[in-house]
């Protein structure tokens, strides 16, 4: 039977899931379509009750295993990312990884100590822009200040990572003391004790 001709002559329209029920159940039944649909309609003997009972079991069985199955899905992609942990870090200390400050750069301990001098000044963008078009002609409009410079780590290979920032904000000391890290153009530069150096990153 299928299940449109259950719909029809039962007026009752249950999901795909429980008919399925349905259906087991008329193959048992001694009678034709119309007597099983009349009994289940009125539940003679209680077989509506049993149908839905055994529907309701199935479901929750159902229910059960997918959670089940999550369960396990969740273990086993837990226990695969705990893996791809220990092979990198695994990995990191064969190959060695260790900080690393890109050669003519700026080096951040001799930013740190104009900084965290008792006379410097952090400049604003402002400021800094009017400096360098001042001191060297850098057009303020193709100007952009940065506040921050990458971090980097090199392995045995001489392979480069990047790691992360650092702050760099423009300083100002004195005259011959001060920096800036900046672009103009599709240029990078800092300025460092009064000399523009190519930045690079």
């Not at 209680?46 to 009972?53: E, H, S």
């Not at 229910?63 to 695994?90: C, P, T, Y």
Request: some cysteine; charged content about 35%.
């Amino acid at each position: 039977m299928m299940i449109e001709e259950f719909e029809a002559r039962a007026g009752i329209y249950p999901s795909v899931e429980t008919y399925r029920v349905i259906e087991e159940h008329y193959y048992q039944f001694d009678g034709s379509k119309d007597d099983f649909c009349k009994a289940f309609r009125e539940n003679h003997d209680g077989i509506a009750q049993r149908i839905q009972c055994d529907a309701n079991n199935r479901s929750q069985r159902r229910m059960r295993d997918f959670q089940a199955d999550r369960s396990e899905e969740e273990k086993e992609v837990k226990d695969l990312k705990e893996e791809v942990e220990r092979l990198k870090k695994a990995l990191d200390q064969e190959q060695e990884w260790q900080p690393y400050e890109m050669p003519g750069n700026v080096k951040q301990a001799d930013y740190e100590h104009l900084r965290n001098t008792d006379d410097t000044r952090i400049m604003s963008d402002a400021e800094a822009k009017e400096l360098l078009y001042g001191w060297f002609g850098f057009a303020k409009e193709k100007t952009t200040i940065h506040h921050s410079v990458s971090t980097y780590e090199i392995n045995r290979h001489r392979h480069l990572r990047r790691t992360g920032v650092v702050e760099r904000l423009p300083l100002y000391n004195a005259t011959d003391w001060n920096y800036i890290r900046f672009d103009c153009g599709a240029i990078n530069y800092e300025l460092y004790n009064d000399q523009i150096v190519l930045f690079a990153d």
